[in-house]
């Protein structure tokens, strides 16, 4: 099974590359954890942003195959602790398809992203920067992983 995290914005800073690969890396091969980048919509003056968000959500949703489980990242979706995390990765290991986590650009996903989506995941209430989402993502599957296998890296 694949987790891969699919996200609207390309050439980060070498500090985020470097805190995403470090965890993508700890994830076991059954379990691997791949970054798809989407250019995001060059935004002008005076820009037409839905259809910006439309554009970059054809890209996302082309990234996904109709088989895979497809989890938004937003705002307003369900707050989950690290256990819950855990839970979840469990069942979706069971269900054996692969698991897509969406990331959309400065102005979020376009409705046909949520819609695609089975479950709307919310990281935090505060307001994370893109590239940082990347890493967080990255470390709390690790971290749910290692809850999974009852490895040391989660002190609860």
Same mark, same amino acid.
């Given at each position: 099974?694949?987790?891969?995290?699919?996200?609207?914005?390309?050439?980060?800073?070498?500090?985020?590359?470097?805190?995403?690969?470090?965890?993508?890396?700890?994830?076991? $091969?059954?379990?691997? *954890?791949?970054?798809?980048?989407?250019?995001?919509?060059?935004?002008?003056?005076? $820009?037409?942003?839905?259809?910006?968000?439309?554009?970059?959500?054809?890209?996302?949703?082309?990234?996904?195959?109709?088989?895979?489980?497809?989890?938004?990242?937003?705002?307003?979706?369900?707050?989950?602790?690290?256990?819950? *995390?855990?839970?979840?990765?469990?069942?979706?290991?069971?269900?054996?398809?692969?698991?897509?986590?969406?990331?959309?650009?400065?102005?979020?996903?376009?409705?046909?992203?949520?819609?695609?989506?089975?479950?709307?995941?919310? *990281?935090?209430?505060?307001?994370?920067?893109?590239? *940082?989402?990347?890493?967080?993502?990255?470390?709390?599957?690790?971290?749910?992983?290692?809850?999974?296998?009852?490895?040391?890296?989660?002190?609860?």
């Amino acid at each position: 099974m694949r987790l891969r995290l699919i996200c609207v914005g390309q050439k980060m800073p070498d500090w985020v590359s470097a805190g995403y690969l470090d965890y993508a890396r700890r994830m076991p $091969p059954e379990l691997s *954890l791949e970054l798809v980048e989407i250019a995001m919509a060059h935004r002008g003056k005076n $820009p037409d942003i839905p259809r910006l968000m439309q554009r970059e959500s054809d890209a996302i949703l082309a990234a996904t195959q109709p088989k895979d489980r497809v989890v938004a990242l937003e705002v307003g979706g369900r707050s989950w602790s690290t256990e819950r *995390l855990a839970a979840q990765l469990e069942n979706w290991q069971q269900d054996g398809r692969d698991v897509n986590f969406l990331v959309g650009g400065p102005d979020g996903l376009a409705e046909a992203c949520r819609q695609r989506a089975g479950q709307q995941w919310s *990281l935090s209430s505060l307001t994370l920067p893109h590239p *940082l989402v990347r890493i967080v993502l990255a470390e709390q599957l690790y971290r749910a992983w290692s809850i999974t296998r009852n490895h040391p890296y989660h002190r609860a």
